[in-house]
T-cell receptor, first 114, second 114 residues
Framework: QQQVKQSPQSLIVQKGGISIINCAYE??????FPWYQQFPGKGPALLIA?????SEKKEGRFTISFNKSAKQFSLHIMDSQPGDSATYFC?????????????FGSGTQLTVLP | DSGVTQTPKHLITATGQRVTLRCSPR?????VYWYQQSLDQGLQFLIQ???????AKGNILERFSAQQFPDLHSELNLSSLELGDSALYFC?????????????FGPGTRLTVL
């Protein structure tokens, strides 16, 4: 059962545009929502993360918007640059018993055209 | 650089063989996670260890096993390899069970089964 649904699968934007990636979850026990950025041949790297007690978090050009009632969250990349071209994964974490796990979305391949 | 190291970077082997992947977590991190990433499956959680003990299991095959040693490094053992086991295998580490749930990923091991 896929617990975190991510869309779109791929996204192409022009340089300077806004990239928006959406995720939805079902498990209300999730309490931590990170976004990871992965370049080809590299491991995923944490980009930004949010807790469900806030509706928005901004770090530079990257913003997470969180809608707890709708069980949705999204990543906005403002002024997108060719260097932002990568695969982006949303994830959600809950404390299952004594362990913490991350459940990942299926990923979005972002291409920013120069 | 996340501080998580993985060896080897690449591994090519034949069906039916057994391989061992090694991971050293960030200094001070007690939790180690293993993930499999293939083209059509995204990032799949395999198993988690905390301070030497298994804490959570995901979609890990019975042919796969892992352990975490007293110095906190971890090894993932894959046996009776099949063509479908070809994938990127990532190790991630985090502080522990009660700390910030951020996971830091290593560069991965690319396994090719011929």
């Amino acid at each position: 059962q896929q617990q975190v649904k991510q869309s779109p699968q791929s996204l192409i934007v022009q340089k300077g545009g806004i990239s928006i990636i959406n995720c939805a979850y079902e498990n209300t026990a999730f309490d931590y929502f990170p976004w990871y950025q992965q370049f080809p041949g590299k491991g995923p790297a944490l980009l930004i993360a949010i807790r469900p007690d806030v509706s928005e978090k901004k770090e530079g050009r990257f913003t997470i918007s969180f809608n707890k009632s709708a069980k949705q969250f999204s990543l906005h990349i403002m002024d997108s640059q060719p260097g932002d071209s990568a695969t982006y994964f949303c994830a959600a974490s809950d404390r299952s018993g004594s362990a913490r796990q991350l459940t990942f979305g299926s990923g979005t391949q972002l291409t920013v055209l120069p | 650089d996340s501080g998580v190291t993985q060896t080897p970077k690449h591994l090519i082997t034949a069906t039916g063989q057994r391989v061992t992947l090694r991971c050293s977590p960030r200094s001070g991190d007690l939790s180690v996670y293993w993930y499999q990433q293939s083209l059509d499956q995204g990032l799949q959680f395999l198993i988690q260890y905390y301070n030497g003990e298994e804490r959570a299991k995901g979609n890990i095959l019975e042919r796969f096993s892992a352990q975490q040693f007293p110095d906190l490094h971890s090894e993932l053992n894959l046996s009776s390899l099949e063509l479908g086991d070809s994938a990127l295998y990532f190790c991630a580490s985090s502080e522990g069970l009660a700390g910030v749930p951020t996971q830091y990923f290593g560069p991965g091991t690319r396994l090719t089964v011929l």
